[in-house]
């Protein structure tokens, strides 16, 4: 898929998604008189599993957050009354945290990194000779990376 589609379509979800939550998460004075809430997103839609969703909600209620509701297996809206914002745990995890597991930067860091691994490895292991070049063997560095992207994306998936 060509990469300009790819990231036009990754934008339009995205701002598809915020317009989704600004629909659900409109609240009146009232209902903000003493609380404040968040949102928990999933790069992997981990939250299909229970007990991800139990670990989650522990951790935030270490800081005072009560989950809400369960939007789908990537989003979890949080609430606190805004008195609890002393009980800030101190154990390694953000009150204020909006993403949980992976982030999504770290998938294409892994494929940039294993690319540039195979590349390098191609270069020396081919580079024996003054006639020889890497370029016959870009399909398998292709082919590499994906297989390595999928392996990834499987082992997040499961966690």
């Given at each position: 898929m060509n990469p300009a589609i790819h990231g036009a379509i990754i934008a339009a979800r995205k701002r598809q998604q915020e317009e989704e939550e600004q629909k659900l998460t409109q609240y009146n004075a009232e209902d903000?008189?003493?609380w404040e809430f968040k949102i928990v997103h999933s790069t992997f839609g981990r939250f299909?599993?229970?007990e991800v969703?139990?670990?989650l909600m522990e951790e935030e209620a270490r800081n005072g957050w009560e989950m809400v509701e369960k939007f789908d297996?990537?989003?979890i809206r949080f609430k606190r009354r805004t008195d609890k914002r002393?009980?800030?745990s101190g154990g390694g995890v953000d009150p204020y945290r909006t993403n949980y597991g992976?982030?999504?930067i770290i998938l294409p860091l892994v494929a940039v990194g294993v690319a540039l691994a195979l590349a390098a490895a191609l270069f020396f292991l081919k580079n024996d000779s003054a006639e020889s070049s890497a370029t016959p063997y870009l399909p398998f560095v292709i082919f590499g990376?994906?297989?390595v992207l999928i392996v990834v994306m499987i082992?997040?998936?499961r966690k």
């Open positions: 903000l008189n003493g299909r599993n229970a969703i139990s670990r297996d990537y989003r002393a009980l800030h992976t982030s999504q990376v994906i297989t082992v997040l998936r």
